[in-house]
T-cell receptor, first 111, second 117 residues
Framework: SQKIEQNSEALNIQEGKTATLTCNYT??????LQWYRQDPGRGPVFLLL?????KEKRKERLKVTFDTTLKQSLFHITASQPADSATYLC??????????FGPGTRLSVLP | EAQVTQNPRYLITVTGKKLTVTCSQN?????MSWYRQDPGLGLRQIYY???????DKGDVPEGYKVSRKEKRNFPLILESPSPNQTSLYFC????????????????FGAGSRLTVL
């Protein structure tokens, strides 16, 4: 069955540094992968989508890579700010009509 | 404002007392879905709907029912709630559920926190 892992449950970094979050998946080959941000007690919010033929995608301070050989996506936040503190979820395309989410990484950016 | 609206936002109930969590979207989306989120387990899909009158089970459908009589509404029904259904529930919608389209970015509601005693 599909399995999605995100590098760690929690990640603490210093303000101004680059945060790197990892998403690994097994047992299937998604054609695209999405990243969402979730603040405590609120619904996830879409950030970026990257397709299998796109090695890298950028949006402002965010960068996502997608390595279909390694079955891995990396999510980077450059010049991180305390306001970036949240849980980040990866969502590789699921089978059929099933959206599948990873367990999330809780990022804390310390001032 | 384009949004997914869930009600109630908070609910405490007792075992066996039927309840309905409503979900409505104003974006004319075809695809709607219900998730539950539990600590350590992440978001798990309960049911989804590709369009009106079309529903299907997700990963954890036991104990839940849904219906899709209108495009904008997708209520989640707990016929006989049990304590293991205590959770944070999210409704979400997407323009289309067609996987290959790449257009299926999900818009989530604010969540409904349910406690079953």
């Amino acid at each position: 069955s599909q399995k999605i892992e995100q590098n760690s449950e929690a990640l603490n970094i210093q303000e101004g540094k680059t945060a790197t979050l990892t998403c690994n998946y097994t047992n299937y080959s998604p054609a695209y992968l999405q990243w969402y941000r979730q603040d405590p007690g609120r619904g996830p919010v879409f950030l970026l989508l990257i397709r299998e033929n796109e090695k890298e995608k950028r949006k402002e301070r965010l960068k996502v890579t997608f390595d279909t050989t390694l079955k891995q996506s990396l999510f980077h936040i450059t010049a991180s700010q305390p306001a970036d503190s949240a849980t980040y979820l990866c969502a590789p395309e699921g089978y059929g009509q099933n959206f599948v989410f990873g367990p999330g990484t809780r990022l804390s950016v310390l001032p | 404002e384009a949004q997914v609206t869930q009600n109630p936002r908070y609910l405490i109930t007792v075992t066996g007392k039927k309840l309905t969590v409503t979900c409505s979207q104003n974006m004319n989306h075809e695809y709607m879905s219900w998730y539950r989120q539990d600590p350590g387990l992440g978001l798990r899909q309960i049911y989804y709907s590709m369009n009106v009158e079309v529903t299907d089970k997700g990963d954890v459908p036991e104990g839940y029912k849904v219906s899709r009589k209108e495009k904008r509404n997708f209520p989640l029904i707990l016929e006989s709630p049990s304590p293991n259904q205590t959770s944070l529930y999210f409704c979400a919608s997407s323009l289309t559920g067609t996987v290959s389209s790449g257009a299926n970015v999900l818009t989530f509601g604010a969540g409904s926190r349910l406690t079953v005693l």
